[in-house]
């Protein structure tokens, strides 16, 4: 069986303000998760630390061969679309020629989910009659 | 009573596959809120139309004198700290110069409310069984 990971994406910023939820995201998300036993980890795509060469050398060295990377965006843009599968490309290439087995698997974003969207129009309803 | 309406404020992107999300998400809003008599229009901070001038000067012309900006983001960072509220204080003043009331308010983004931090776990906790 092929040892698997999941590293949740988000955009990135150099404030650390924005930063920090996406930490106690990955708080919550391991709490939650204790009957699983892939790890999950957390990148950013840019201007921040860890980014997903970091946190996939990491997973590779841990033996992992297959990680799933969950993308913490709204939509699917230039981004989604193109940045991020050149990254993940380059990723499985540099392991390929150290003769390691990597695929990396790009999901939909979190935001086009139909539990987040109906989430988010709820909470602007609510807000909208407040 | 004053005039109030809401601005749903996203990033914006110059990719269309990007802001299609938030375009059908309006829709969503404007048809579960027909018995809410608000107007609801979405802006973009940057790289996309209409910005937050153009909706803010649409909704003066129809009488409004409080806006509410929901921003459809996940976190506050230097966008939502300082960027936003510098555009949002142009357009109170640019409008204020022209003997206008205008008050906006700057919301929490709507990836801190509760229910959407619950849906994105979920979601996440969802796809590490997959």
Known sequence: M???ASILL??????P???????????????????????VELAYMELAQPDLHTQAAKLVEQGIEH????????????????DVPK???DIEQLWHQQGRTL??????????????????????ARQLND
Do not use: C, N, Y
């Open 103 to 124: 695929t990396i698997s790009l999901h939909a974003p979190i935001g086009m989910e139909p539990e987040v969207k109906e989430a988010i129009s709820q909470v602007i």
């Open 10 to 15: 988000a955009h990135g910023s150099s404030d």
């Open 87 to 89: 990254i993940l490309e």
């Open 17 to 39: 303000h924005w930063l920090a939820p996406f930490e106690e995201l990955l708080t919550t998300v391991k709490s939650h998760s204790s009957d699983i036993d892939t790890p």
């Open 67 to 82: 990680i799933d990377v969950l993308p913490l965006f709204f939509a699917a843009g230039r981004h989604l679309r193109r």
């Open 2 to 4: 092929t040892a698997r």
